[in-house]
């Protein structure tokens, strides 16, 4: 029973397609977060929702759009794909506060050709 | 964000004690410290976390330094399992805009 699931685990994909990746957790979490790992293995923060609200945004170019239907559920949409966005996207959750953990998804590797 | 320096790479054999240094000179009084790791293929893992005591859990235990300005995490007894990338990071406690911001972290080799 997983407790936060993406999907799909791969997606190939051709310059300038739009696609989506889905994540949903079952943790009862409030807080949920979109992470870029590129080929460097840096990860870095793109956005953070609470509640369904936008709490972070990240100098990330218009072309990623997140969306919260509910606070289970946080997926993020990319318009005109581009070779740069290939990397491993994470989805994490938590209860908001510095006190709790992070609990990640096990990632999509998205692969722009 | 205050920072933290790790060693890029530590070595361990199995079943040794694994002693992983971080340094956060800069801390503030409400910054909590975590630890992460991330696994080969895997998406990052909370390990433990801890705000002045030393803390310990099934994974790890967290040594804090009285002046808060460096902490160790500790595995007792390394496994292969073990080898991942260690991340030492700091929460302000009081941040309205909570998020994990990662380093480069410690890669970690275990040897059999």
């Known amino acids: 029973d997983t407790a936060v699931s993406q999907t799909p685990k791969y997606l190939v994909t051709q310059m300038g397609n739009d696609k989506s990746i889905k994540c949903e957790q079952n943790?009862?979490?409030?807080?949920m977060y979109w992470y870029k790992q590129d080929s460097k293995k840096f990860l870095k923060i793109m956005f953070s929702?609470?509640?369904?609200?936008?709490?972070i945004n990240e100098t990330v170019p218009n072309r990623f759009s997140p969306k919260s239907p509910d606070k289970a559920h946080l997926n993020l949409h990319i318009n005109s794909l581009e070779l740069g966005d290939s990397a491993v996207y994470f989805c994490?959750?938590?209860?908001?506060?510095?006190?709790?953990?992070?609990?990640f998804g096990s990632g999509t590797r998205l692969t722009v050709v | 964000d205050a920072k933290t320096t790790q060693p890029n790479s530590m070595e361990s054999n199995e079943e040794e004690p694994v002693h992983l240094p971080c340094n956060h000179s800069?801390?503030?009084?409400?910054?909590?410290i975590h630890w992460y790791r991330q696994l080969p293929s895997q998406g990052p893992e909370y390990v433990i976390h801890?705000?002045?005591s030393n803390v310990n859990n099934r994974m790890a235990s967290l040594a804090i330094a009285e002046d808060r300005k460096s902490s160790t995490l500790i595995l007792h007894r390394a496994t292969l399992r073990d080898a991942a990338v260690y991340y030492c990071?700091?929460?302000?406690?009081?941040?309205?805009?909570?998020?994990?911001?990662f380093g480069t972290g410690t890669r970690l080799q275990v040897f059999p």
């Open positions: 800069t801390i503030s009084g409400t910054d909590y």
């Open positions: 994490a959750s938590s209860r908001l506060g510095q006190g709790y953990g992070y609990t």
């Open positions: 929702y609470n509640n369904k609200e936008l709490i």
């Open positions: 990071i700091l929460r302000d406690r009081f941040s309205n805009t909570d998020k994990l911001i």
């Open positions: 801890g705000l002045t």
């Open positions: 943790l009862g979490h409030d807080t």
